[in-house]
């Protein structure tokens, strides 16, 4: 591999992007897919708000979400994203369907956090008068938290993956770097400088999750 100013200024500049794309893809993710994944499990049957047609309906179109490839969810929707970004191509392009596949994925790993709060912790703060949003915010949410940690990081890994195979399509950062330089080019040092990073980054992101998710739950 030869380092030289010119590659490193590449991955810097790809990095950048990609750690854009995750974090404004993650944040919106999060904003949506948690009231979502709240709404669907005080839903559910024999939960704090069952509404069967309601949660039945969320499921729906939650699992849809879910089923859908990424590459072909980014193509489908270019049409949305061009008119919510004015573009379909680059980072602005991407952050879209990334968000759009991470929603989905969101909503069930916090139905799975939630899923795991101990029942009778919920019937003590009905028992004591709690209303729905008491509960949800100050019983479900904050006995769910390191399972949320845990869920919101492999939300991130996800988003990290997707955002490679955004680069297929020129969608900018390490995945579009490893395309274009790596692949057209054939630029081997730069393709085996992509795939470390994101491996780095993956390793880097799931052992920091971890680690949060084991100090909340020893709390």
Known sequence: MVWNPQLLSLLIKALGETLYMVGISLALAALFGIPLGILLVITGPRHIRPLKTLHKILSIIINVGRSLPFIILLVAIIPLTRLIVGTSIGTAG??????????????????????????????????????????????????????????????????????????????????????????????????????????????????????????????
Do not use: C
Request: hydrophobic share 55%; glycine share 12%.
């Open 94 to 219: 991407a952050i879209v369907p990334l968000t759009v596949s991470a929603i989905p994925f969101m909503a069930r790993v916090v139905e799975s956090a939630l899923l795991e709060v101990d029942w009778g912790v919920i019937e003590a703060a009905q028992a004591m008068g709690a209303n729905t949003w008491q509960i949800i915010s100050k019983v479900l949410i904050p006995e769910a938290v390191p399972g949320l940690v845990l869920g919101l990081t492999m939300v991130a890994v996800s988003l990290i993956s997707y955002s490679a195979m955004a680069g297929a399509v020129g969608g900018g950062g390490l995945g579009d770097l490893a395309i274009r330089y790596g692949y057209q080019r054939f630029r081997g040092d730069i393709m085996f400088a992509t795939v470390l990073i994101l491996v780095a980054l993956v390793q880097g992101l799931q052992s920091l999750g971890g680690r949060l998710a084991n100090r909340l739950k020893h709390r």
